[in-house]
């Protein structure tokens, strides 16, 4: 079974610039949740995609996108990049939309995002 | 919305006991989970609790008690290696998304 996997692993931007992440999800994991993670904090919830359609979004401006693909695997595209926006970036896969697998998410490694 | 609340640190020597409490306000609530993540890694799932009480997995247990909006996280015969941020997290009935606390940093000490 393979696990999440994230590219890249860093990046390093600068204010204004548009940049893509990608991730593949869990092997059979058909819903895949994107999170920010800044510095010594939780991770906050960007949004959600089960089947190619995005399925909730929590408190981030609509520079902020995605798309998820027929195999699961997703992106996480950000444009106009700000400072705010050096984190650390989670995807999350899960298997169904069964409330108990919401309450398991695999993660992957991140990608370590810097915007100068 | 919700809101979470949990200790920033704890300190202990190993094969001490580390209890990590939780608080949370959420207009909606499915189940609090805990979750690990060293530094630098990517969070690892430890335990859900939809229902009150003491769940045990190994030397982790984690307890829920939806009347007091409250759950805690219990590490026992603590090792260096636990040594990591621990986070919990709910889900609002009305949303997709895992809320997650600030992370409690626990350091293990020989």
């Known amino acids: 079974e393979t696990g999440v996997t994230q590219s890249p692993t860093h990046l390093i931007k600068t204010r204004g610039q548009q940049v893509t992440l990608r991730c593949s999800s869990q092997?059979?994991?058909?819903?895949v949740s994107w999170y920010q993670q800044a510095l010594g904090q939780g991770p906050q919830f960007i949004f959600q995609?089960?089947?190619?359609?995005?399925?909730g979004r929590g408190n981030f401006p609509p520079r902020f996108s995605g798309l998820q693909f027929p195999n699961y695997s997703s992106e996480l595209n950000v444009n106009a990049l700000e400072l705010d926006d050096s984190a650390l970036y989670l995807c999350?896969?899960?298997?169904?939309?069964?409330?108990?697998?919401?309450?398991?998410?695999?993660f992957g490694p991140g990608t370590r995002l810097t915007v100068l | 919305g919700q809101s979470l609340e949990q200790p920033s640190e704890v300190t202990a020597v190993e094969g001490a006991i580390v209890q990590i409490n939780c608080t949370y306000q959420t207009s909606g609530f499915y189940g609090l989970s805990w979750y690990q993540q060293h530094d630098g890694g990517a969070p690892t799932f430890l335990s859900y609790n939809a229902l009150d009480g003491l769940e045990e997995t190994g030397r982790f247990s984690s307890f829920l008690s939806r009347s007091d909006s409250y759950g805690y996280l219990l590490l026992q015969e603590l090792q260096m290696k636990d040594s990591a941020s621990y986070f919990c997290?709910?889900?609002?009935?009305?949303?997709?998304?895992?809320?997650f606390g600030a992370g409690t940093t626990v350091t293990v000490r020989a």
């Open positions: 999350a896969s899960s298997g169904t939309r069964e409330i108990s697998s919401y309450n398991e998410q695999f």
């Open positions: 997290a709910v889900r609002d009935r009305d949303d997709y998304k895992l809320s």
């Open positions: 995609y089960y089947r190619e359609e995005e399925n």
């Open positions: 092997s059979g994991h058909n819903t």
